[in-house]
């Protein structure tokens, strides 16, 4: 008896684990669970929700032994929505167009300015600490959409894996702190917030600024894309003088 | 709902093809999200249905970073000799790159109101 219902629940566990159906349900529960402690927490950015699931999974996965792949099946799906998201964000952004155009000047002069800011001071201070060249090269284009980031990587002499992990820790680091930061600077123009929020910290920095507020969300947004476009461009050009 | 979302993949399939052929340096997605802005220009309001398409995905955009997160912290432990340096690093530029950033953008948009003072920007305490 005991026997017989320990192999229809193995039986059970084989057919799940070869569905889609555990690392989707698990990603979605985790996510919750990380919405509802930051709620409990006051809306803390501390209890950043894509730190807490992100943790809890890792967790789930090294406790069974699970491999990325298997866990990835699943989670795919919520991941492939990127692509659609990203797309979406040309709604915030029309509904603030007005404001977009007019502030047209400030906003490509803030994206070449923080662009190379952000490429030049990450290459800078990996050196600092100590980092080999190749690393500091991988961090450099840290700011930007992981894709375009691994890119860029490759051309300048870094790696790309490496770059993945430095872009997804930069954004997940930057969310948590950016409202403590620019706190701190006294700076309440949402215009200015979301958009240091957007290039600094790029889909993950957009996405805070989406939940704090839509102007915000918009000029988040807009910092992302054009931060994507202005350091693929000019990070290979600096790298030449760098050396 | 059907149609919003077939309108969003058809824009990022749009992207994806004028990145391909034209060697563009920017993600699809970011292409597919100029061509709707240009779109939405043109026709001068956001279809309601898909407002609430793109408000509905984008309530939860953080979500959608959550598979590629787990990835990253699997790979963490590899990074153990460069890891803490390298956090530092990060860090401190990523708490530079805001600061310098958010002053950059107050500075010029004081100069840029100047120019337009007609519209006073939503937002201002």
Redesign the interface.
């Known amino acids: 008896m005991i026997g017989g219902t320990f192999e229809s629940l193995t039986a059970i566990w084989v057919y799940l684990a070869a569905t889609p159906l555990i690392g989707l349900t698990l990603?979605?529960v985790?996510?919750l669970a990380g919405t509802w402690l930051q709620r409990r927490a006051g809306g803390s950015p501390l209890a950043?929700?894509?730190?807490i699931?992100?943790?809890l999974?890792?967790g789930v996965?090294?406790a069974t032994g699970t491999a990325?792949e298997t866990?990835?099946a699943g989670?795919?799906f919520?991941?492939f929505?990127?692509?659609?998201?990203?797309?979406?964000?040309?709604?915030?952004?029309?509904?603030q167009?007005?404001?977009v155009r007019?502030?047209?000047?400030?906003?490509l002069?803030?994206t070449l300015?923080?662009s190379v800011?952000?490429a030049l001071?990450?290459y800078g201070?990996?050196l600092?600490?100590?980092?080999?060249e190749e690393?500091a090269r991988s961090?450099a284009p840290?700011?930007i959409?992981?894709?375009?980031a691994m890119?860029v990587a490759e051309r300048i002499g870094g790696l790309p894996?490496l770059a993945?992990?430095?872009v997804?820790?930069?954004?997940?680091?930057?969310?948590v702190?950016?409202s403590w930061?620019?706190n701190r600077?006294g700076?309440?123009?949402?215009?200015?917030?979301g958009?240091?929020?957007g290039?600094?910290?790029s889909?993950?920095g957009?996405?805070?600024a989406?939940?704090v507020?839509p102007?915000?969300?918009a000029f988040a947004?807009l910092?992302?894309?054009l931060n994507?476009?202005a350091t693929?461009?000019l990070l290979p050009l600096l790298m030449r003088l760098v050396g | 709902m059907l149609p919003s979302l077939t309108l969003l993949l058809a824009c990022q399939l749009a992207g994806e093809l004028a990145v391909r052929l034209a060697g563009l340096p920017v993600p699809g997605p970011v292409v597919g999200m100029a061509l709707l802005l240009a779109g939405l220009a043109v026709r001068g309001s956001v279809p309601e249905a898909l407002a609430r398409t793109a408000d509905g995905l984008l309530a939860h955009l953080s979500l959608l970073f959550v598979p590629a997160g787990v990835g990253v912290m699997l790979l963490l432990p590899r990074l153990e000799r460069e890891g803490p340096g390298l956090l530092l690093a990060v860090s401190l530029s990523t708490v530079s790159t805001i600061v310098v950033t958010a002053v950059a953008m107050r500075l010029l948009l004081k100069w840029t109101d100047r120019r337009a003072p007609d519209a006073a920007p939503e937002g201002e305490p």
């Open positions: 990603t979605l985790a996510y950043n929700p894509v730190l699931a992100v943790a999974l890792a996965m090294l990325y866990y990835f989670a795919q919520v991941h929505l990127l692509g659609p998201a990203t797309v979406a964000l040309a709604v915030p952004l029309y509904r167009l007005k404001d007019r502030a047209a000047p400030a906003i002069g803030a300015f923080g800011f952000a001071s990450g201070l990996a600092l600490v100590g980092a080999a690393t961090v840290k700011a959409t992981t894709p375009i890119g894996s993945a992990v430095v997804i820790l930069n954004g997940i680091l930057g969310a702190v950016v930061v620019l600077t700076i309440k123009d949402w215009r200015a917030r958009f240091a929020a290039l600094a910290a889909g993950i957009t996405a805070r989406m939940q507020h102007q915000a969300g947004a910092a992302l894309g994507a476009l693929a461009l």
